[in-house]
């Protein structure tokens, strides 16, 4: 599927406004994180949260195409890989 110029231009805007404030924010390791997870089919996603003055941050996302063995597993076993994931940074 080819992009026009017009939606790889905004299609790059969307990247760089997700990944910067206010939709990204940096982490305080003084406060409690939450990890989400989720798990459909092939695929895993997740972000990590941390809440600062009763609103949650988005602190950083993950997503991963399963291998063909953790295919096999049950969704709530798909989920289970979530603390597992590794963010780049020691968040736990």
């Given amino acids: 599927m080819a992009l026009t110029t017009e939606a790889e231009r905004a299609l790059l805007d ?8 206010p939709i990204l924010r940096p982490s305080h390791f003084s406060k409690p994180f939450t990890l989400t997870v989720d ?3 092939v695929a895993i996603g997740a972000v ?3 809440e600062v003055d009763g609103i949650e941050h988005l602190i950083c996302y993950y997503s ?11 969704a709530v ?4 890989l979530g603390p597992k994931i590794d ?3 020691p968040y736990f």
């Fill in 39 to 41: 798990a459909l089919g």
């Fill in 87 to 89: 963010f780049g940074r």
């Fill in 14 to 21: 969307l990247k760089s406004r997700l990944a910067t404030q």
């Fill in 77 to 80: 076993e798909k989920e289970a």
């Fill in 48 to 50: 990590l949260l941390q």
């Fill in 64 to 74: 991963k195409k399963l291998d063909c063995h953790q295919n096999r597993y049950y």
